[in-house]
């Protein structure tokens, strides 16, 4: 009986092999998702309303992902709660008014910011469309405050290398031209990531937005 009960626990495939994304993040759905988790001990998701209306669901070895990068930003930003945005539907598919966010491999995290007292999160309520409203200038600044340049960084790579422990990968990272030589000039290691050089059809600066890569079924 115990042989039994180990063969069938070494047989269990991992938890995240449960889902399946289909097609790409710009056409694609998923089965079987996780809900990405709407608080933990040094993040929160956006908005409790984006929470209830089911657009923070991911490919679970993406919610993987995310849970355990930041984890690991416990030791290295004790002060800062991260804010992640949209993710997807639970079945995936189309994603208004996002162009991609369809197969559980896309995760938006709102931009990080610092004022001289330390961590600040950006303005997340209604009026500012739950952060995705903000406007910050040229050079990365809202009022007093700034992006934290050098915590994106970190966020990257411990996403990078979050990815890599699970069989995934960072496909395309994209942020703001100008306010990602911020984040190199900070952490110059974030330049072996693959920051999308194409225009986009809106400016991310409040946010920046990670597709991840693992194989999907057509
Ligand atoms: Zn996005």
Not at 126 to 152: K, S, W
Request: net charge positive; aromatic share 8%; charged share 20%.
């Amino acid at each position: 009986m115990l042989i039994l009960l180990a063969a069938a626990l070494l047989a269990a495939p991992p938890a995240h092999a449960a889902s399946t994304c289909h097609g790409t993040p710009a056409r694609g759905r998923l089965d079987a998702g996780c809900v990405l988790p709407p608080v933990g001990p040094n993040f929160t998701a956006y908005s409790p309303l984006g929470v209830f209306l089911l657009r923070t669901w991911s490919h679970c070895a993406v919610r993987d992902t995310v849970t355990a990068a930041y984890a690991e930003l416990v030791r290295q930003h004790p002060r800062r709660i991260w804010v992640y945005g949209e993710a997807g539907l639970p079945a995936g598919g189309g994603f208004w008014p996002h162009r991609t966010h369809q197969n559980g491999l896309s995760v938006d995290f709102m931009t990080p910011l610092r004022d001289a007292d330390g961590p600040r999160p950006l303005p997340m309520g209604l009026a500012g469309g739950f952060g995705y409203g903000v406007e910050l200038d040229r050079r990365g600044r809202l009022g007093d405050a700034h992006i934290d340049a050098a915590a994106i960084g970190d966020h990257l790579l411990a996403l990078a290398a979050a990815a890599e422990a699970r069989g995934l990968r960072v496909a395309k990272v994209i942020f703001d031209p100008a306010l990602r030589r911020q984040v190199e000039r900070a952490r110059p290691a974030v330049k072996g990531l693959p920051f999308t050089r194409k225009r986009v059809w809106v400016r991310h600066d409040d946010h920046y937005h990670v597709d991840f890569a693992l194989p999907c079924a057509p």
